[in-house]
């Protein structure tokens, strides 16, 4: 293979390593947002338990005002109605207590129900607080992951610069000129395989002649229509039963 051509695939893939762990890095700050939106909506499913357990608590102790007052009433009509000196005063008392005693009534089954609403919103908070440390503990752990990544990827992107420069000084300076022209053009991806006449990054068929020269492996061909450098992969060759090298199916 034509030395420069095969120094142009090492470095396509380079420059292609180099992009990915770029547009990883790049994307880092996105994943912390997706990361803390997360925690965000567990937190405001435990503000929103905690509200809702609150205006519970707040009802119960204005009912249980409520009860008090009734209670006291109570009370006094009890003391009034040994004072009384008719009948008439009597069932008017009567009355006052009767309604009083249905007041307490209803307002103890509206607390019952109170009461049993709180155990269930106290439940609910339970499960948003603990779905809020699970979730706080999964975010810390891919927090944690993505810094690891991202150490890793500078650490690849260092290694892949170095290699690159050292690459770089030993091509021709004409053909990086290529090479870093149709980079520029298309997206980075200057260099492209050749398979059974078609260019496989615009999909374009090549002019015979053209993929018979870039089969050869042996000088710098660019497609007619992407401009890529092109290169050949040749079929690995297989030993068959009677001993001989044939190209494998």
């Known amino acids: 293979m034509n030395a420069d051509l095969e120094r142009l695939i090492t470095l396509q893939r380079l420059d292609s390593a180099a992009d990915d762990a770029r547009r990883r890095l790049a994307h880092e700050p996105e994943r912390e947002k997706a990361l803390e939106a997360r925690l965000e909506a567990a937190r405001a499913s435990v503000a929103a338990a905690k509200a809702h357990l609150a205006e519970n608590q707040n009802a119960r102790r204005a009912v249980e005002k409520d009860v008090a007052v009734h209670q006291g009433r109570l009370s006094k009509f009890?003391?009034?109605?040994?004072a009384v000196k008719t009948n008439q005063e009597y069932h008017a008392i009567q009355h006052e207590i009767a309604f009083a005693q249905t007041e307490i009534k209803t307002l103890e089954d509206t607390l019952l129900e109170q009461m049993m609403g709180a155990d269930e919103m106290s439940a609910a908070l339970k499960r948003a607080e603990g779905a809020l440390a699970s979730e706080q503990k999964?975010?810390?752990?891919?927090?944690?992951a993505i810094a690891a990544e991202a150490i890793e990827l500078k650490a690849a992107l260092e290694r892949i610069g170095a290699e690159r420069a050292d690459l770089v000084r030993g091509l021709t300076p004409q053909v990086l000129t290529t090479f870093e022209q149709v980079a520029r053009k298309?997206?980075?991806?200057?260099?492209?395989?050749a398979r059974?006449?078609?260019c496989t990054i615009c999909h374009v068929r090549l002019r015979p002649q053209v993929f018979n020269t870039v089969r050869r492996n042996d000088e710098i061909t660019q497609c007619d229509h992407?401009?890529?450098?092109?290169?050949?992969?040749?079929?690995?060759?297989t030993v068959a039963s009677d001993g001989l090298n044939q190209p494998a199916p």
């Open 78 to 82: 009890r003391e009034q109605a040994m």
């Open 186 to 193: 298309r997206n980075g991806i200057a260099v492209a395989e």
């Open 138 to 144: 999964a975010v810390d752990a891919e927090r944690r």
């Open 226 to 237: 992407c401009n890529r450098i092109l290169f050949f992969v040749p079929l690995p060759i």
């Open 196 to 198: 059974d006449g078609v």
